[in-house]
């Protein structure tokens, strides 16, 4: 079994943004069971800011493969420009994509943690 084409067409910032997805979720998980005492709502507002870290990865990873496009389409042939531009465009966006729906999830477990100690 191997990875979707569109997780490879994504580049290497998807291992990243995975990595995260796995590290982040982990750290929400371990701060909502843990929240007792005067810790309880410290931890969490915490773990809050590693909802963003894969939506990050993306970022950068579409940025880098924007720039990566940018210095590649002038060496192409003039016909073939806009055409090799837009489908490279297309591809660039994956990371950004991924990483925003992995920031998404993590924030409905957050609020779900958030729910539990709250009461």
């Known amino acids: 079994m191997g990875f979707p084409q569109w ?7 998807m291992y990243l943004i995975v990595m995260a997805l796995f590290v982040s979720t982990g750290i929400i998980i371990a701060a909502a069971v843990s929240c007792r005492g005067s810790t309880k709502i410290t931890f969490m507002k915490i773990a809050f800011g590693f909802i963003f870290l ?4 993306g970022a950068l990873g579409h940025y880098i493969a924007y720039v990566q496009i940018l210095s590649a389409v002038p060496m192409v042939d003039p016909s073939m420009k806009q055409e090799i531009y837009d489908i490279s465009i ?3 966006r994956i990371p ?3 990483g925003g729906a992995g920031s998404l999830f993590l924030l409905f477990i957050w609020m779900i943690g958030y729910k539990l ?3």
């Open 96 to 98: 950004s994509f991924f």
């Open 54 to 57: 894969p939506a990050i990865f």
């Open 90 to 92: 297309q591809y660039a």
């Open 7 to 13: 997780f490879i067409d994504g580049g290497q910032f």
């Open 117 to 119: 100690c709250k009461r």
